[in-house]
């Protein structure tokens, strides 16, 4: 049986350094959805609501933070596979990533139940991407 750990060395190298601050932008981005939804729902009262299949239904803590995990964990595979294949990932993934929030923003306005509900939904998808994009897009090779 072997009794192999991790070293601390398996992360102290410029990669290792690289997917801790990966890790940390995809979780920070979370992290800031989750606050704005506890602002608005929890402190202020005003519970993000969606249309969904005729429905109003709200949006919980599980939802906000399964949507911004996802989309950092897409967005960081998406890094790492124009980090093989291209000399200037960086750039092209910000541009692309702008690119995806652009056309992500009708999304909370047209689903979202009421003006304020599209107002906090809009502003998640803002956080996570004020937080992922230069999370995520400054942290590689060849910028």
């Keep these: 049986m072997s009794s192999e750990t991790t070293s601390p060395r398996a992360v102290s190298g410029p990669a290792g350094r690289i997917a801790v601050r990966r890790a940390a932008a995809v979780a920070g981005g979370v992290a800031a959805a989750l606050a704005l939804w506890a602002l608005a729902g929890p ?12 429905a109003v239904r709200p949006v919980g803590p599980g ?24 000399k200037r990932p960086g750039r092209t993934w910000t541009v692309i990533a702008v690119a995806v929030l652009v056309l992500s923003l ?18 998640m998808h803002l956080i996570v991407a004020a937080v992922l994009i230069p999370g995520l897009g400054g942290s590689g090779r060849g910028e």
């Design 43 to 54: 402190v202020a009262g005003v519970a993000p609501t969606v249309r969904l299949d005729g």
């Design 63 to 86: 939802a906000v933070a399964a949507a911004s995990l996802l989309a950092g964990l897409a967005g960081w595979a998406l890094l790492a596979l124009l980090e093989r294949v291209l």
């Design 106 to 123: 009708p999304g909370p306005i047209t689903d979202a139940a009421d003006i304020a509900s599209a107002a906090i939904l809009t502003g």
